[in-house]
């Protein structure tokens, strides 16, 4: 067995037992045979079928479906911008999805219409993908007229924090429970997300992996720089439109339903390019996905343990894996 097959192994099987565990772990604890027991319909006690099929399955399938979609968003952007701190939110995701929620929650009381029949429809899942996608729609519109791409990665940041202003202002201006509500939303949550809205999560998450896997080879050539890549045949401004697209329904849908969870989408190509020592989109990508999958179940695992936001443990683990690469590594790419 290969190195790398073995190391996929070895992803593969933790990613396993970090899930099994997720299933297992809260403030009821289960064995694990009463997890297989309620999974397969077999349980004798009502409750335990409930806390295992209707709150824990759903969480630790959020958590593996945004560990891989961070991590290979945050992929694809560091090779597009060929820059080692880029990430999943580099293009203004979470500065779109931060202002769709504050309008929601901190602007619409203001205003009076948070009683809205349109509002309530919408909700902060609605506000935070349309802020996002709207976010990106911009940014994607410029990237089609300018060929710079550093360009496009300062526009972004500058859009970002324009954004942010806005934001920051709305939040002075609130009354202390929607400030309230809306702390809590950037403080990113695995435990929200309902059956209904796994249902949308799943199919659109599926799709911007599905797009990820199929720019590998357009992303190996953009490591070797964009006017390489032309002379190749590359068509450029074709690809930045399926990495802006595949970012949009990764990390944007990731962020409306989950809050920001920062630090996977960063660290996460990193560890991969660590521990499988190649710079082969083939090989880095599954890797990044399954990688990112087991460390967001493994920070969902102790953030119930210690009765935490799971933002606060990504980011404890996050900083150091980041540390470690930028003093270990000169050279990314």
Same mark, same amino acid.
């Given at each position: 067995?290969?190195?790398?097959?073995?190391?996929?192994?070895?992803?593969?099987?933790?990613?396993? #037992?970090?899930?099994?565990?997720?299933?297992?772990?809260?403030?009821?604890?289960?064995?694990?045979?009463?997890?297989?027991?309620?999974?397969?319909?077999?349980?004798?006690?009502?409750?335990?079928?409930?806390?295992?099929?209707?709150?824990?399955?759903?969480?630790?399938?959020?958590?593996?479906?945004?560990?891989?979609?961070?991590?290979?968003? &945050?992929?694809?952007?560091?090779?597009?911008?060929?820059?080692?701190? #880029? &990430?999943? /939110?580099?293009?203004?995701?979470?500065?779109?999805?931060?202002?769709?929620?504050?309008?929601?929650?901190?602007?619409?009381?203001?205003?009076?219409?948070?009683?809205?029949?349109?509002?309530?429809?919408?909700?902060?899942?609605?506000?935070?993908?349309? =802020?996002?996608?709207?976010?990106?729609?911009?940014?994607?519109?410029?990237?089609?007229?300018?060929?710079?791409?550093?360009?496009?990665?300062?526009?972004?940041?500058?859009? &970002?924090?324009?954004?942010?202003?806005?934001?920051?202002?709305?939040? /002075?201006?609130?009354?202390?429970?929607?400030?309230?509500?809306?702390?809590?939303?950037?403080?990113?949550?695995?435990?929200?997300?309902?059956?209904?809205?796994?249902?949308?999560?799943?199919?659109?998450?599926?799709?911007?992996?599905?797009?990820?896997?199929?720019?590998?080879?357009?992303?190996?050539?953009?490591?070797?720089?964009?006017? /390489?890549?032309?002379?190749?045949?590359?068509?450029?401004?074709?690809?930045?439109?399926?990495?802006?697209?595949?970012?949009?329904?990764?990390? =944007?849908?990731?962020?409306?339903?989950?809050?920001?969870?920062?630090?996977? =989408?960063?660290?996460?190509?990193?560890?991969?390019?660590?521990?499988?020592?190649?710079?082969?989109?083939?090989?880095?990508?599954?890797?990044?996905?399954?990688?990112?999958?087991?460390?967001?179940?493994?920070?969902?695992?102790?953030?119930?343990?210690?009765?935490?936001?799971?933002?606060?443990?990504?980011?404890?683990?996050?900083?150091?894996?980041?540390?470690?690469?930028?003093?270990?590594?000169?050279?990314?790419?």
């Amino acid at each position: 067995m290969s190195r790398h097959s073995l190391l996929f192994a070895l992803l593969l099987f933790a990613t396993v #037992a970090l899930f099994t565990a997720d299933l297992a772990v809260g403030s009821v604890a289960l064995s694990p045979g009463e997890v297989w027991q309620a999974l397969t319909g077999r349980a004798a006690d009502p409750v335990v079928h409930d806390i295992v099929l209707k709150i824990r399955l759903l969480k630790a399938l959020a958590a593996l479906l945004a560990g891989a979609a961070l991590a290979a968003s &945050g992929l694809e952007m560091q090779t597009l911008f060929r820059n080692p701190l #880029a &990430g999943p /939110y580099v293009l203004g995701v979470s500065s779109g999805a931060a202002l769709g929620v504050a309008l929601f929650l901190l602007g619409a009381p203001m205003l009076g219409i948070a009683g809205h029949s349109l509002l309530r429809s919408l909700g902060v899942v609605g506000a935070a993908w349309l =802020g996002s996608a709207l976010v990106l729609a911009v940014v994607l519109a410029v990237s089609r007229r300018i060929k710079d791409i550093m360009v496009i990665l300062i526009l972004g940041m500058m859009l &970002g924090s324009g954004i942010g202003s806005v934001v920051e202002i709305l939040q /002075y201006l609130s009354t202390e429970t929607a400030l309230k509500a809306f702390v809590v939303w950037t403080m990113g949550s695995l435990g929200d997300i309902t059956a209904g809205q796994l249902a949308v999560l799943l199919p659109v998450v599926t799709a911007g992996l599905a797009l990820a896997v199929a720019v590998i080879k357009p992303l190996n050539l953009l490591l070797l720089g964009e006017s /390489y890549a032309r002379t190749m045949g590359l068509d450029i401004r074709r690809t930045r439109t399926l990495l802006v697209l595949s970012t949009v329904l990764l990390a =944007g849908t990731v962020t409306a339903f989950c809050g920001p969870i920062g630090f996977i =989408g960063l660290a996460v190509p990193h560890l991969a390019r660590m521990l499988f020592r190649s710079a082969d989109h083939r090989v880095l990508m599954p890797a990044s996905m399954l990688t990112g999958a087991a460390l967001l179940l493994g920070c969902d695992l102790v953030s119930k343990l210690l009765a935490l936001p799971v933002n606060t443990i990504t980011a404890l683990t996050g900083i150091p894996v980041v540390v470690i690469v930028v003093l270990r590594n000169r050279s990314f790419f």
